[in-house]
């Protein structure tokens, strides 16, 4: 699975941006999808993660609340909503993919996901 993120670019504090996803090369509806984001000097960390049949979000604390995830299994799309952004959401964002049979919180590791995108880059600026 090929996976390709856009809607990265600079916006002020408190604006909003939306990150698309788009995978290609596989059977999109098989995937638990995601994303995980890596600022500067700092470790990768998971955001979200949506399940197979959009019935589960399991978001990261700091930002529940701002961000939505949520996907189109007919434009083989993920999507990360962001709201209310912050300085400390400037980051590397990386979509991901994953075959995993079951949902549970280990969907917060890295280790989980087969499949990475490129990532795109959001800048919050205060």
């Known amino acids: 699975v090929q996976l390709q993120a856009f809607g990265g670019g600079s916006v002020q504090a408190g604006g909003s941006r939306r990150l698309s996803c788009v995978a290609s090369g596989g059977t999109f509806s098989r995937y638990v999808m995601g994303w995980f984001r890596q600022a500067p000097g700092k470790e990768r960390e998971f955001v979200a993660a949506i399940s197979r049949d959009s019935s589960s979000t399991y978001l990261r604390d700091p930002v529940k609340g701002r961000f939505t995830i949520s996907r189109d299994d007919a434009k083989n799309t993920v999507y990360l909503q962001m709201s209310s952004l912050k300085p400390e959401d400037t980051a590397v964002y990386y979509c991901?993919?994953?075959?995993?049979?079951?949902?549970?919180?280990?969907?917060?590791?890295?280790?989980?996901?087969?499949?990475w995108g490129q990532g795109t880059q959001v800048t919050v600026s205060s």
């Open positions: 991901v993919a994953s075959g995993a049979s079951s949902w549970s919180r280990t969907l917060q590791l890295p280790s989980q996901y087969h499949y």
